[in-house]
């Protein structure tokens, strides 16, 4: 059987912590940055856990990370 290919896109978005979620950086944060409050863009710097609902899909999509 082949090897699985990682899907690249998905790779340069996901981390995998010690336990074992994926890690993700949060939308919104790219322009249209003087609208939004200085609290919220402090917020959209830190990364958060993806849904559980995507986890299963995105390990697929990433079987060596």
Known sequence: MPK????????KRFKVSGTGKLIR???????ILTKKSTKRKRTLRQSTVTDITNEKNMKKILPYI
Not at 4 to 11: E, P, R
Not at 25 to 31: I, M, R, T, V
């Open 25 to 31: 950086s949060k939308a919104y944060k790219s322009h």
């Open 4 to 11: 699985m290919k990682t899907s690249k896109a998905a790779a």
